[in-house]
């Protein structure tokens, strides 16, 4: 008789696969994106993105208590702005009073305990749709004026409640100059979670959607990355955590596990996963035709990530998700 190695040992039953298993998920693991919109009692519903809605504050403020109390610890809010108060220098970006800013207050008013991340980036208040600002002779991204204007959106953010602050511009520098300005307001202690490498990809489209952001002219591939590399990542992940940052993010996720663990394993920084709108619209289109099981590859997606080296995901599933997990 072969005395041969019987991996299947450890997969016999339920409880030792629980016990031998190598990667955890849970509900802590979780942030959930948000939209916000202004008026009262209004859920609308994003036709690219089946079972999210953008939300006026009321309802907002609603869903997170929701989340909060599936044991959900964090939302990241992003907002959709009218486009009568876009222009091209994102003024509304910081205004304090804007709806941004007060979405902030009354969630951080009603649930104080949950974490609020924001989005750093001009692309929702730009009347050219773009992260940064717009030279309007040549179409250039102008790196260092938008710094500036981020800055002012990271101290009224933070003034407002912000926990987490989510510079996703792609700018150069962009980390540094953000947590200078917080210091000096004496708001060192909220942090940022920088979007190390957001690569220039066409998964963003339901998101786009959402917030009416898509780029009025050009795209977005002079300061998102080349989907091509890796090794760039490393690189803007090694700046970014030189220049403060408390957390790195690779966005998309799904396509770019490989990117995930080459950070784990080059960073003790958290690292956070984006499942973006187009990742999640696919598995959603693909379980209302009867494709595939919607919950099974929700759940076997967000293993991947945590099994790739993620500290964390954000994700529009976080509701189905806590609820699954909390069964």
């Known amino acids: ?182 210091d000096e307001e004496n708001l060192m202690n909220v942090a940022i979670m920088s979007y190390a490498a957001k690569y220039a990809s066409s998964f963003y489209g339901p998101f786009r959607d959402a917030l009416n952001s898509a780029p009025k002219s050009g795209d977005k591939k002079t300061y998102q990355m080349d989907y091509a590399n890796v090794r760039e990542a490393l690189r803007e992940a090694y700046l970014d955590e030189s220049e403060g940052a408390d957390i790195l993010m690779v966005k998309p996720g799904l396509p770019y596990l490989d990117v995930i663990k080459t950070l784990r394993d080059n960073t003790t920084l958290p690292i956070a996963a984006y499942n973006v709108s187009g990742e999640y619209a696919m598995v959603k289109a693909a379980s209302e035709r009867g494709m595939i099981d919607g919950d099974k590859a929700m759940i076997e997606m967000l293993w991947a990530f945590k099994r790739a080296g993620s500290d964390m995901i954000l994700t529009y599933f976080a509701k189905e998700a806590a609820i699954l997990l909390n069964e």
Do not use: W
């Open 1 to 182: 008789m072969l005395n041969i190695s019987r991996p299947r040992r450890n997969r016999k039953s339920d409880a030792i696969r629980r016990l031998v298993r190598e990667t955890h998920l849970g509900v802590n693991d979780l942030i959930a994106p948000l939209f916000v919109r202004e008026g009262v009692s209004l859920r609308e519903p994003i036709k690219t993105m089946p079972g999210v809605c953008r939300l006026s504050i009321d309802e907002l403020v609603k869903e997170c208590r929701e989340l909060f109390l599936l044991g959900v610890p964090c939302v990241a809010l992003f907002p959709a702005i009218e486009d009568k108060l876009k222009d091209q220098k994102a003024s509304e970006a910081y205004n304090p009073n804007g709806l941004y800013q007060r979405a902030i207050r009354e969630v951080k008013n009603a649930l104080p305990e949950l974490m609020i991340m924001t989005d750093v980036a001009l692309d929702p208040y730009s009347s050219d749709g773009h992260d940064g600002l717009v030279d309007p002779k040549t179409g250039e991204i102008l790196n260092d004026p938008t710094l500036e204007v981020l800055a002012k959106m990271a101290i009224v953010q933070s003034r407002a409640g912000a926990d987490i602050l989510g510079p996703s511009d792609m700018m150069d520098g962009r980390v540094g100059f953000i947590r200078d300005a917080l």
